[in-house]
């Protein structure tokens, strides 16, 4: 990309701005002042604009199907896989939009928009987020009452969510309950559901916001569409 166009790109000025500031000097390209209107700006060129470095990346959107028994950061110091490397052929520096626990299994965006991500997890921006959880007991209108009513966990409020139950499974002594929240607390869920006794024992997340995970199975990924992203956007103003 011609460097008034990358320089356009990256949001600091229009691409005849831009001109002037590299005919200014005010524009390095690997260190060295460029002055070259034609340069050709590749993949590892490190781009300054008034000692600012710009970002090369394009943003990036992924939508992942987290299988239990994986982490939700990009690296891990013990070692355990991670959510970043089921995306391993992304050249991008992603990381996780938020985090499921380790034992949950779900949907997990995945980006390099630092703006995106804080937008998606800022708790004022009420985007609802639909877990299945299994858990342990008979869940009925009683127990669960609770939970629509908003509830305070460990000294912290918690929002009234929306639930569901989708079967109860006598013999083995355990429901399944769909539980809407928008906000993301650590173990929030898991939380929730201990609170009224039915301690979770299995978790999933299957949609956030219009996202569902239809299409793809546990272990597989795909990339957002823009109007995925835009949606998204448009839910957490
Ligand atoms: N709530 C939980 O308890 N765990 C998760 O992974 C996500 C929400």
């Known amino acids: 990309m011609r460097i008034n166009q ?90 996780p939009v938020g985090r499921l626990d380790w034992d949950t299994s779900g949907l997990l965006i995945l980006t390099n928009d630092g703006d995106f991500a804080n937008l998606m997890t800022h708790p004022s921006h009420q985007i609802d987020k639909t877990y299945v959880a299994k858990v342990e007991g008979h869940a009925n209108k009683e127990n669960l009452r609770p939970l629509t009513l908003g509830m305070k966990i460990e000294g912290q409020k918690i929002s009234p969510a929306r639930y569901s139950i989708i079967r109860t499974e006598k013999q083995k002594n355990a429901s399944i309950v769909e539980l809407t929240i928008h906000e993301g607390h650590n173990h929030q869920v898991k939380k929730m559901f201990e609170t009224v006794g039915l301690p979770v024992q299995k978790l999933s997340r299957i949609t956030f916001g219009s996202l569902t995970l239809d299409g793809v199975p546990a272990g597989k990924y795909r990339e957002l569409t823009r109007k995925e992203v835009k949606d998204l956007m448009n839910l957490a103003k």
């Open 6 to 95: 990358f320089i356009a790109h990256a949001g600091v000025a229009s691409r005849r701005k831009a001109e002037e500031l590299i005919k200014e000097g005010k524009v390095k390209v690997n260190g060295k002042k460029m002055t070259d209107l034609a340069f050709q700006v590749s993949g590892n060129d490190l781009v300054e604009v008034n000692g600012q470095q710009l970002r090369n990346e394009e943003f990036v959107y992924f939508l992942l199907n987290k299988p239990r028994g994986v982490i939700s950061s990009v690296t891990d110091d013990k070692g355990r896989p991670t959510v970043v490397e089921i995306l391993g052929g992304v050249k991008e520096r992603i990381y």
